[in-house]
């Protein structure tokens, strides 16, 4: 019988290293439609305390599925803040991770320098994370890897 992974179940997300250990995960889900009233009530206000310019330039040129694009963003920031332990605060604010795509367009965890000091002082070593959003709600998974 083949395993979930292999029957195509489940969203791909990236391999685990025999040997690796999960030392944190965090997971959020976040409504679409919220993040665009947000983002066109507030003009560029929201998007810089938010999102990365990076990540903002990625969602706007996805037209009219940038507003999933942010929603997923946004679960992203919230699962990585969760998986910390922390929440958004003092030790982590939203700008301080970031989510772009590789060339095959799988996503890439960018951390700031004071990110990368939380995650290590986590246990952590590396970030994993998967994305995944339909019209109305976006979600995103974040674990820590040792």
């Keep these: 019988m083949d395993t979930p992974e292999e029957s195509g179940i489940f969203p791909a997300f990236p391999p685990i290293p025999a040997g690796t250990n999960v030392v944190a995960a965090g997971i ?14 507030s003009g560029t206000v929201f998007a810089e305390k938010v999102f990365t310019p990076e990540e ?17 963003r946004w679960a992203a920031k919230e699962a990585f803040s969760k998986a910390l332990g922390t929440g958004v605060g003092a ?3 939203l700008t301080d991770f970031g989510v772009l795509c590789d ?12 990110a990368e000091k939380a995650l290590r002082e986590r246990g952590g070593a590396r970030v994993l994370i998967s994305l995944t959003h339909a019209r ?3 979600a995103a998974i974040v674990l820590f890897v040792s």
């Design 136 to 138: 109305d709600v976006a």
């Design 103 to 114: 060339e095959r367009g799988a996503p890439v965890p960018q951390l700031s320098a004071r």
């Design 28 to 41: 959020d889900i976040e409504s679409a439609a919220r993040v665009r009233r947000a983002l066109e009530r």
């Design 56 to 72: 903002t330039a990625l969602c706007r040129s996805r037209g009219n599925a940038q507003w999933a694009s942010f929603a997923a």
């Design 91 to 93: 030790e982590f604010s």
